[in-house]
């Protein structure tokens, strides 16, 4: 049972490049998230999954695309990465509700460097 | 608007001393509360949540947080750290079926 996984775990980029982010789980959960995490700031949530086909935007949604084709796997596309994307991305997952009482399980993290 | 606040940026504590991390917030009504910790290299893992009832929630590792409605305020203790503990520790705060709002974060060093 591997849990939440991430791939890649480090991406340099230039600017103006794509790149897509894969976060897949395990656990047969319905709800995904993506967060980025800067200093000195909390997590802050980019887009969200409610279930398969389905997605919904956060608190930090420009620049940034996502795709939830199939209940395992989460998708977080960046299609012309900006210096300002420079950041630590963790997805996370949680059982059946998006209540903010569900305990949610997080990925190790990927870390993109944006030149 | 709602807001947590870990007013600590980084925390150096002696192993085997105990620990005392801050968290503050803003919220309409009785929230839900959450710390996690993130290991280096590592995602987030929950430490313990309170929801209601008793106000002292003992979690995983021996860590135990009190909610104090009156001060707004959801501490994390531990009696007695260990270098494992070294980390970094989040707190955030929910309610109803809104998204987690998260506090920028506490670094605990260990000192030997």
């Known amino acids: 049972n591997a849990g939440v996984t991430q791939t890649p775990k480090f991406r340099v980029l230039k600017t103006g490049q794509s790149m897509t982010l894969l976060c897949a789980q395990d656990?047969?959960?319905?709800?995904m998230y993506w967060y980025r995490q800067d200093p000195g700031m909390g997590l802050r949530l980019i887009h969200y999954?409610?279930?398969?086909?389905?997605?919904a935007k956060g608190e930090v949604p420009d620049g940034y695309n996502v795709s939830r084709l199939k209940k395992q796997n989460f998708l977080l596309g960046l299609e012309s990465a900006a210096p300002s994307q420079t950041s630590v991305y963790f997805c996370?997952?949680?059982?059946?509700?998006?209540?903010?009482?569900?305990?949610?399980?997080f990925g190790p993290g990927t870390r993109l460097l944006v030149l | 608007a709602q807001s947590v606040t870990q007013p600590d940026i980084h925390i150096t504590v002696s192993e085997g001393a105990s620990l005392e991390l801050r968290c503050n917030y803003s919220?309409?009504?009785?929230?839900?509360l959450f710390w996690y910790v993130q290991s280096p290299g590592q995602g987030l893992q929950l430490l313990l949540k309170?929801?209601?009832?008793d106000t002292l929630v003992q979690g995983i590792k021996g860590f135990e947080a009190e909610f104090k409605r009156s001060q707004s305020s959801f501490n994390l203790r531990k009696p007695s750290v260990h270098w494992s503990d070294a980390a970094e520790y989040f707190c955030?705060?929910?309610?109803?079926?809104?998204?987690?709002?998260w506090g920028a974060g506490t670094k605990l060093i260990i000192k030997p």
């Open positions: 999954s409610v279930g398969e086909g389905t997605t």
């Open positions: 919220y309409g009504a009785t929230p839900y």
């Open positions: 309170y929801f209601s009832g």
């Open positions: 955030a705060v929910g309610e109803g079926n809104y998204q987690l709002i």
């Open positions: 656990m047969n959960h319905e709800y």
């Open positions: 996370a997952s949680s059982y059946f509700r998006a209540e903010a009482k569900e305990t949610q399980y």
